[in-house]
Structure formats: C-alpha cells, structure tokens
C-alpha cells in the first residue's frame, strides 16, 4: 500500500518521477478529464471510476496518472494492488482506512481481477462508507457486474469505462516521448498497433537496435519483443535475477539477495525495474501479467535445467521464511510458495482457482456462532457428529475455525485442527472413534513418545460443498502445512473425509490410506496420514515437486502448456477476425501440424472441440456459453450472458470452466494425438 498526502514538489523525487510520468503518458484525454472535473468537485459527476481492459491496454499507467493528478491537486492517495490484497476484508478495511476516515481521500485499486471477489463487499459495504468527497478509482481486466452498472442509486456515482488501444496519432506521440527513431516509427507501429505495452516494448526493442519488428503478425507481438530483450540479458547474473522475477509472486531486493547470494543484487533489482515490462508495489517487482507466461516459456526453452534450479532455489528460500516469519505471514508464504508449482499435477489436482464465487477468509470461531456450527453439524453429518463437535468445542474451542464468503461475511463451513498430546487423553480416546482410531494407527507403526503430540484435522464441514475440492479444503490444507513446518513434537498428522475411496483418489502420492475405518451416526470415515518425524514437511513438498512436475511442460511441438492454453484463447478471440485468427500462435501447435489447410482445420476442430464440452456431465451449459460468446457474434461477454438469459457471476463461471475443459481436452489431443 502506498499513501501520499502533500502535492509533489518539483524537486523530490516523487515530484520528477511524476513529471517524467506526465511527458510520457499519451492519450486518455476523456477519462483525465473526469476525474480532474471530479477532483474539482463536480458536485453532478461521478464518485467512483471503474476502468477495464485486456492486459497491456494501459489501465496501470492510466491510474497512476491519477494518482498523480490527485497528489498535485493536495488530496491523500491510497495505492493498493489486488495482487496483494488479504482475503479478509478487515485487512482492506485496514490498508484502505483514510478513504472512510479523511475527507476528500483518493483510493486506487490497480490489478482489480486478483481480487475479483471482493466486487460485492466493495460496492455493498466498503465504498458506501466513504469519507466527505473521496473518491475510488477501480481497474481490472474484467467489466464490473452488470447489476451494480443498473442500479439507480449507482448510475450517477459510477463511471465505467472500457479502454481501448490508443489512437494511431497518440501511438505515434507515446513512441516519440519514447524518443524512438523518426524512421523507427512507422515500423513499430505497423507491429504494435495502439496496444500501450506493446508500444512499450516496441520502444525498448528499437532502442536496442533489434530488427525484430518487420511486420511480424499482431498474435505474436509479446511473443517476438520479449524474445528480442531477453536476448539483450547482460551477464549470467542478470539472467538468473531474470528467472526469479519470472517465477516468484513478488520479487524484492531481500529476496533476490537471499535466493542470488553471491551477487551484489543491488544492481541486479535496478536492472529489473527498468525492464518496460516489469511492474513495482511496496512489496516489490513483478512482471506485468500480459507478459510473465511468455517470459517464462522463453526463460525455460533457452535454459530449462537452469529455469528448473531456480525454481527450487525460490521454494527453499520460502521453505526457511515459513518456519522463521511470524505467525500473520504464514499464510501469504504459504500461498507463494504454492504460487511456484501451480502447474505441478499433483498440486493442481488438489487445488481450486479461487473465483468471485468461491473466495473465503478464514477467522477464528467467536463463542456466538457455536449454535451456527453445530447447527452446521447436525445438518451435514447428523447429531451424533453434532455432538463430538460441541464436545471438542468444550476442549478445544481455540483450534476451530470459520470461512466466511468474502462477498457477504456469510460463515459457509468450519474446521477442527485438533492437537492431541501424548499420552492419549482417555475421556477423549472413548468419547470420539476418529481419534481412537488415529492413536491406534500411530500405536500399531510408529509410537509416540512423551513431549510429542499428533494433529487430526477433525471436522471439515462445508454444507454446501462437502468434501469436496473447495476453497475451504485448500485453506484448511495450507494451515495444516504450515502448521506442520513450524509445529515441535508433532508425529503423525491425519485428515479425516467421509467419502475415503474417491479422497484415496485425490491423495494419491500426497499422503498414506491408514487404513483406519471409524464410524460415527452410521457413517464410515477413512484416515489419511504422514508422520512428520519420518518426512519433514520439507522433504514432503520436495517429494511432491520432484516427482510429478511435468517433465518439460510442452508437447511434441515444443509449445509449453502456458503458451498453448493461451494460444486456445487467444485463436476464440479473434474467432472473427480472419486475418488475425490465420496468424495465432495455435496454427504452430501439433492439432493441425500435418494439415493442408491448417486454418480452415483448426476452426472445425476448435468447434468440434466446443460441442465436445457437453459430453462432460458438467458441461452442457459450458458449451452453450462457449458458443455464444465466441462463434455467435456476441458483441461483448455482457451480451453474450443477455442472449443464454444468465446472470453474468453465472455467465462467466460456466465461461471459465469450459475454457479449462476444452484447453484440457485439446492438450491431450497436443500430448498424445487424437483418440
């Protein structure tokens, strides 16, 4: 977060950066003047702005423009990144604390689609809170939804507006500020197009003196420049500082230093951050998002075991952190270090996306909601269980917790992490059979001693999704790792599900069947383990990484699952745009590789493919929105959820899983040919 409260000055620095900022921002002269006319106080203007856009289109500059406006005019300014958002809206509440407490305040939300799920808390409870005269400026790649857009009380508050690529004229004038050659201009330009990043990356790659730019189709625009200035990496040192900030989360001074620790890495985090397309946060750099999957599949082609060596280094480095940070940290390390291998299989097997639909917070149980749980309880598991809660509620109310949807604070499912000390408490070894049964397993193959305990993930109630993969699962899964690395004394931890067959499925090569089959109300349990004292929970993840990381995380034609995936959007894209549909990067890919006519091909197998969809037994509705929003002219996705009579949170979570069922699909046929 970053809070500015006094103009800038001509001769701070903040004051010439943004001067610099200013002679190099082109364009946006209609959404500038709003926001100054509203800095003003235009009493019949609008409060809020929410811009959106595809990745490259500008939003990042645009906002910080703002944010600069607002400083000079004399108002606070609070800069948030949705990369870095907390998932409890408290912790918002926190950062963003001067918008409702100091008037005349300016909140900017950059990156809104990393926080997607917070839209309905924000324009519900937050936004409506403000301080005299604030005012918020929302950026995202998504359009907000449509219901906040009608309604009245909203109409004349909010302003959105969707950004398009920039004039051919403002092109030219942002690759001139750029001072790119005159006779550099038009050539850069026929390549780019008005896309801000790409004319930025233009700009970089004609500064060096590449030759890249020679009319190459628009599909391959990052592909190209970033191939280009990666080629342009100064020693060895730089390239590796290069692979950290690719594949970390966030990439700062200390981070590098303690990943990079025989280099002077102040140079190294300079060279970073003015790379033109590399983004900073208070937390550090990171590379912009329309860029980091093409610079990865770049990094890893030119040097895969090099690429793979860093990657390793990184999670050692977030391995130490998780056992030394403290305890409000754990969390965020956890998730970073996830954030590393998220295309590895076993990982991604056990995972769920988080969505505007699914996203939860994790809070400690207050003694008022323990009706609600049990309630929970009873309704789930039936009353017998209902009872082993209220009894462990007696005696461990501290290790509960509850999930609330971010979107309403609505508590949606609890948890138990029980801790359970040596020797085995009788009263509790007789009262509940799941944890009998887990003192049994731990007694038949590996004791416990005095001073050690064992830990049973005892209750996961999620009503509406229980036991299955859901966002509770993957927070209640990370606290127990996380646990598990900073515990002393713990032996063997268990997680508890009732349907143990299709669970034994899931934690194939994660954790051990016990074996243990406890019943409790007539229903059976499975047990499923680890003990800690044979397999450190860093041994543990590096087994996990080690042996079900794809090899190369590319098919036959040495296309990575990243780029491929994108290549499938990207050809849906521009499904009707036939000079740039017969350029995208799918027709390098195997599907067609054989073809005499590999364009007209790929479209029938791309359609092909979509009607494939239905066949899932959750598919049927995916396909249909498929269709509709990419072959059936639909203007804008708004549209496309109008036609298929949908509610657009619905319209875009059948949007998403059907584009991972048929990027799925079509990989296969990429990885072993059609079936």
Not at 296 to 321: G, K, V
Not at 481 to 497: D, I, K, S, W
Not at 607 to 612: G, I, L, Q
Request: charged share 25%; aromatic share 8%; with cysteine.
């Amino acid at each position: 977060m970053t809070v500015s409260e006094t103009p800038l000055s001509d001769r701070s620095w903040k004051g010439r950066l943004s001067r610099a900022r200013e002679r190099a921002f082109v364009g946006r002269v209609r959404e500038l003047q709003r926001f100054e006319a509203a800095l003003g106080g235009d009493e019949e203007g609008p409060l809020a702005f929410y811009l959106y856009g595809a990745g490259g289109i500008g939003k990042s500059a645009l906002v910080r423009r703002m944010g600069d406006l607002a400083a000079d005019a004399g108002r606070q300014v609070v800069q948030l990144d949705g990369r870095f958002v907390d998932r409890d809206p408290a912790a918002f509440e926190r950062a963003a604390a001067p918008f409702v407490a100091v008037p005349g305040t300016v909140l900017l939300l950059d990156s809104f689609e990393h926080c997607q799920w917070l839209e309905d808390w924000l324009w519900q409870r937050f936004l409506p809170r403000a301080a005299d005269g604030a005012l918020a400026v929302v950026a995202g790649r998504f359009a907000p939804q449509p219901q906040w857009m009608a309604d009245p009380a909203w109409s004349g508050l909010l302003a959105v507006r969707e950004l398009d690529v920039l004039s051919e004229r403002e092109a030219l004038d942002l690759l001139a500020a750029a001072a790119v050659r005159p006779e550099r201009l038009n050539q850069v330009l026929r390549f780019a197009g008005g896309n801000p990043l790409a004319l930025t990356l233009g700009a970089a790659d004609a500064a060096a003196g590449s030759t890249s730019a020679d009319g190459t189709p628009s599909a391959d625009v990052l592909r190209t420049l970033l191939a280009g200035l990666i080629g342009e990496v100064p020693t060895p040192a730089h390239r590796r500082a290069l692979e950290v900030a690719a594949q970390a989360p966030c990439t700062s001074e200390e981070l590098l230093a303690a990943v990079l620790a025989d280099e002077d890495v102040g140079d190294l985090f300079t060279w970073l951050r003015d790379l033109p397309f590399m983004e900073s946060a208070a937390a550090g750099l990171y590379p912009h998002d329309a860029a980091r999957g093409t610079l990865m599949a770049d990094l890893r082609w030119r040097a895969p075991n090099a690429f793979s060596a860093m990657r390793h280094r990184l999670a050692e480095e977030y391995l130490r952190l998780l056992r030394e940070a403290p305890e409000e940290r754990v969390r965020a390390i956890t998730d970073e270090l996830f954030y590393l291998f998220q295309d590895v299989e076993v990982l991604a097997r056990l995972r769920v996306r988080p969505t505007i639909d699914n996203e939860v917070h994790e809070s400690v149980l207050d003694p008022a909601d323990h009706a609600l749980v049990l309630g929970m309880a009873e309704e789930t598991e039936g009353p017998e269980s209902a009872e082993l809660v209220r009894f462990w509620l007696a005696r461990q109310p501290e290790r509960f917790s509850v999930y609330r949807l971010i979107s309403t604070g609505r508590i949606v499912a609890f948890t138990a992490h029980l801790v359970l000390p040596y020797p085995p408490d009788e009263t509790e070894v007789a009262r509940d059979p799941v944890v009998a049964a887990a003192w049994q397993y731990g007694e038949r193959t590996s004791p416990v001693r005095d001073g050690e305990h064992i830990a049973v993930t005892r209750f996961s109630i999620y009503p509406e999704l229980y036991q299955v993969r859901s966002r509770v699962v993957d927070l209640a899964n990370s606290r127990v790792q996380a646990e598990a690395a900073r515990a002393r004394g713990r032996t063997h931890g268990f997680l508890v599900y009732h349907d143990h067959e299709a669970w034994a499925e899931q934690l194939r090569g994660v954790l051990a069947d016990s074996g243990e089959r406890p019943v409790v109300g007539g229903r059976t349990y499975g047990l499923f383990t680890i003990d800690w004292r044979k397999i450190p929970v860093e041994s543990w993840l590096r087994h996990l990484i080690n042996a079900t990381e794809m090899p190369a995380l590319s098919g036959p034609s040495g296309v990575s699952r990243t780029v491929f995936e994108q290549g499938v959007r990207e050809a849906l894209r521009h499904w009707r745009s036939p000079s740039v549909f017969g350029s995208c990067a799918l027709l390098r890919s195997r599907l067609v590789a054989d073809s005499a006519e590999p364009v007209e091909d790929l479209r029938t197998l791309l359609r092909d493919a979509v009607e494939a969809v239905a066949a899932n037994p959750h598919g049927a509705r995916a396909r249909d929105v498929l269709a509709t929003t990419y072959f059936s002219g639909a203007p804008t996705q708004e549209a496309a959820a109008r036609r298929l009579s949908l509610p657009f949170g619905t319209y875009r979570r059948h949007l998403r899983q059907g584009l991972d069922l048929l990027c799925e699909a079509l990989w296969q046929r990429e990885m072993y040919g059609p079936h």
